[in-house]
């Protein structure tokens, strides 16, 4: 079966600390996986994918395929990070994604 | 370009009223998905239209009932509104099904 798990609902970090989001997913073929993320009262809006091998407003993501992650990393994490954080895969035949539960991300100053 | 629109932007229903949520996009995408966001659930997606002429089931179709009206729209039905159904609807639309997707900003509805 297709799934998306983040296992954590929320995170919450201080300014500065390093945060990692966690996305597992279960696929037996080679998916494309994503990062949207949702800013309070925005549409939600992607924020990174893995073959384009980018980092976004200091996030990264890698996909390791023997552990089924793309876990979403900042080394140093900013109060306007905070949101809504959602993992994303599409099967290799395109079209629909499968998004995961969802972890919101609170940064305190 | 004002992307991806959707109306009404909040709506409450009453058990087994109906209504249509309308979405449109104006950057000539051939794609279109209606989504559903519940806490704890995520996105789930309730119907699309690889192109227009076609629409198909997503994960949680039963309920709900679509029309792509034309490349631009492409609207959601409730026909007999539940209280299951309250949830935040999000539409989104991508050049094609492998293109990236663009999302609306959401209608939230309430059923009592």
């Known amino acids: 079966a297709q799934r998306v798990t983040q296992p954590e609902k929320l995170l919450s970090v201080f300014k500065g600390a390093p945060v990692e989001l966690k996305c597992n997913y279960s696929y037996s073929g080679s998916p494309e996986l994503f990062w949207y993320v949702q800013y309070s009262r925005q549409r939600l809006q992607l924020l990174l994918r893995?073959?384009s091998r980018e980092s976004i407003k200091g996030f990264t993501a890698d996909l390791n395929k023997g552990e089924t992650s793309f876990h979403l990393k900042k080394p140093f994490a900013q109060e306007e990070d905070s949101a809504m954080y959602y993992c994303a895969l599409k099967p290799n035949q395109g079209g629909k994604l499968i998004f995961g539960q969802g972890t919101e991300l609170s940064v305190k100053p | 370009n004002a992307g991806v629109t959707q109306t009404p932007k909040f709506q409450v229903l009453k058990t087994g009223q109906s209504m249509t949520l309308q979405c449109a996009q104006d950057m000539n995408h051939n794609s279109m998905y209606w989504y559903r966001q519940d806490p704890g659930m995520g996105l789930r997606l309730i119907y699309y239209?690889?192109?227009?002429?076609?629409?198909d089931k997503g994960e949680v179709p039963n309920g709900y009932n679509v029309s792509r009206l034309n490349k631009r729209e492409f609207s959601l039905r409730l026909e007999s509104a539940a209280p299951s159904q309250t949830s935040v609807y999000f539409c989104a639309s991508s050049a094609n099904r492998d293109s990236e997707q663009y999302f609306g900003p959401g209608t939230r509805l309430t059923v009592t």
């Open positions: 239209s690889a192109s227009e002429g076609t629409t």
């Open positions: 893995h073959i």
